[in-house]
């Protein structure tokens, strides 16, 4: 009989997603992809989160995690001493959980408090304490109530951090009792999976994406040709309704199946292997082009915990601007950027500098106009002396994305994608692809390795020049992608 290996409420959530995950991280882990930057980083934001946390029970007792056995042991010992517990360690038959804090209430009964890095309450934050409060209560503890500590992303930094203000603790008692029933079952049916010598076949489905991406995705979605059903833009309701079918490609979609009319153009790129151009609509964008033109590109970083007063959780704080100019239809660009130095609060100088090579007039040319637009804004309510320049900066904008949003070019390689890593290679056959750091996530880590001093100093040089070459190319990209429009759309007159 297999060896009954350990489940953790990690795995009891991955479980929950797909028995094929579980076992597979249980029994082969090298299949298990590193997890990337992102989740890494919402991973250490979860842990700067529980630290502040733990600031709020002065006389709780931190129980060290990194030793298994030692964890187990001291808290069966400092159970007794009913005072807060941080990172007690619960372990009955092989199912075992770690409790963020276990806070003391009453004579015998204990309030389960589990902190989370989110802004808001989500089923597997449920999920999570109901395991919590399985292991507790088959441990012999009496859970009185079960907690939730998010972080108030109103909470504005002034000097130091204020921890009371900055999270937000909800009772979920109602929650996790919902979310408890059957989970005895539940739990056997994953020792029985992981027991198994053989892994689980699982189908693809929904669970691949909820409640966050499996890094099993690849492997299993394999299989699918490229440009598949699953590229299809908009909502994948209608994917899975063909992949039920058995319809995987593009061109095997029934004529008699209903698709709006983004997708009937995908379906239509896909079988004639050419580009849908409208040129008219394509004109009619460009026409609103007003020289010069400032193309312009933003890089920010934000975190759980505000770096500077003034700042919201999460807010986003621009740090680098990438601007290139074009004074007419034949003027060979001029680049400005700036990239901040040092750890201070980059916001005013950001500012001033962008204001001194900004115009007052000539479109402001960005790729997804939502993002600069609320970056700014909250710049003026920041700085109230740039709130007229800001509205109009803001009254010139051009959203270079609109186009490709709408379709009016739209070629097959896109794969129902719009973002300009999609388009820039499609139309101009230059791709992130040979960047160190290549999107705006990696963009914004690297930014934040510089100003925690957690590079060295060797690696703040190429971290800086990596960076000005991401950006650069962001908004020379922009210019190429305009260029390649103008040139589809030659002759042309609306």
Known sequence: ????????????????????????KLNEPDRVPQFDASTQQRFNQGHLIGEFAKKQFPDGIDIPACKFTDNLKQTEELLKKCKPLFEAGIMVGNAFSRIDILKPVGKDEWDIIEVKSSTR????????VSFQRYCCEQYGLKIRNCFLMTVNNEYVRESDIDTAGLLTMTKITAGVDRATNGIRQRVDSMFTTIGSEKCPDVTIGKQCNSPYECPLKEECWSFLPENNIFDMYGSKKEAFELFEQGIYSFKD??????????????????????????????????DKLKYPLYYLDFETFGGAIP??????????IP????????????????????????????????LASLKKVL???????????????????????MFPEYNDWVENLNDRVIDLLAPFRAFHYYDSRQKGSASIKKVLPVLTGTSYDHLDISDGMNASLAFLDIITNSAQTEERVKIRNDLERYC???????????????????????
């Open 307 to 316: 770096l500077f007063d003034g700042v919201r959780p999460y807010q986003q």
């Open 253 to 286: 979609i029934p004529d008699d199946f209903p698709l709006s009319g983004r997708q009937e153009i995908q379906k239509g790129c896909e079988i004639s292997g050419k580009p849908r151009i409208d040129k008219k609509s394509i004109r009619e964008f460009l």
């Open 1 to 24: 009989m297999a060896r009954k290996r350990l489940l953790s409420k990690s795995k009891y959530l991955n479980g929950l997603q797909c028995h094929k995950y579980l076992w597979v």
């Open 472 to 494: 650069a190319l962001d908004t020379e990209g922009m210019i190429w992608i305009v260029d390649k429009l103008k040139e589809l759309t030659k002759g042309i007159t609306v």
């Open 359 to 381: 115009g007052n007039s000539g479109s402001i040319v960005v790729y997804s106009q939502s993002f600069e637009k609320r970056v700014l804004r909250a710049l003026a309510a």
């Open 319 to 350: 740090f680098q601007f990438s601007l290139h100019v074009v004074d007419d239809d034949n003027a060979t660009a001029r680049h400005h950027s700036f990239l901040a130095d040092g750890t201070g609060d980059p916001r005013s100088e950001f």
């Open 121 to 128: 309450i989500k089923n597997i934050h449920i999920d999570d």
